[in-house]
């Protein structure tokens, strides 16, 4: 895999169509267990992330993953904002210097961005958090060497679809407590459609 500046402004316009399709759907997630305004803010946030990244000229990935950092959290509100914010700043740091990013880079880059989203979030896998997705892929991609995009994606869906079984332990959801159980946590769908978009774009570059 390699992500350059084209490609990772396609993920990143991929994945805001993605989000924007489901707008509806991720509120309506939402309003079940949380706030009821990730799908709206998602939507703003991304937006705000496609206008901004295709209006401007980058000479490395990481530059632009540190404007999309930058733009998420001004533009997404609720807890969305900082821990996305967080994850795309230190996705950019474990590249900087480097105009593309490979596996290796890849790698180490979503371990260092699970970290910041747990420190930032104080969350664990398990609490019905996006972390139940960024760390199953964590763990698969440091049993890999090279990337596998069917793997990656099937890993990214089976860990979204397991937040239905979770209780709920962060946020507005954790009042819920047994009755957060049966609802998909909407951080890890979005988390979804953000990996699916990547899987997407580095299928068309094979």
Do not use: C
């Amino acid at each position: 895999m390699e992500l350059n500046v084209a490609n990772t402004v396609k993920w990143m316009t991929l994945t805001n169509e993605k989000i924007q399709e489901n707008k509806t759907y991720l509120t309506e997630l939402d309003q079940a267990i949380g706030d009821g305004d990730h799908g709206i803010n998602m939507a703003r946030g991304f937006q705000e992330v496609e206008a901004k990244i295709t209006a401007t000229d980058y000479d490395n990935v990481s530059d632009l993953l540190k404007d999309v950092s930058m733009t998420l959290l001004s533009k997404v509100g609720g807890a969305a904002g900082p821990l996305y914010g967080t994850a795309f700043l230190k996705l950019s740091m474990a590249v900087k210097g480097s105009e593309t990013l490979d596996f290796p880079k890849f790698k180490s880059g979503l371990a260092e961005a699970l970290a910041g989203i747990k420190q930032r979030g104080k969350a664990e896998k398990g609490e019905k958090t996006l972390v139940d997705v960024w760390e199953p892929l964590v763990d698969y991609l440091n049993g890999q060497n090279s990337f596998n995009a069917a793997g990656f994606e099937s890993v990214a869906k089976e860990a979204m679809e397991a937040t239905k079984d979770f209780e709920a332990k962060k946020g507005r959801a954790a009042y819920l407590r047994e009755r957060s159980i049966g609802h998909l946590d909407p951080g890890s769908v979005s988390s979804f459609y953000i990996f699916s978009s990547l899987v997407e774009v580095l299928k068309e570059g094979d």
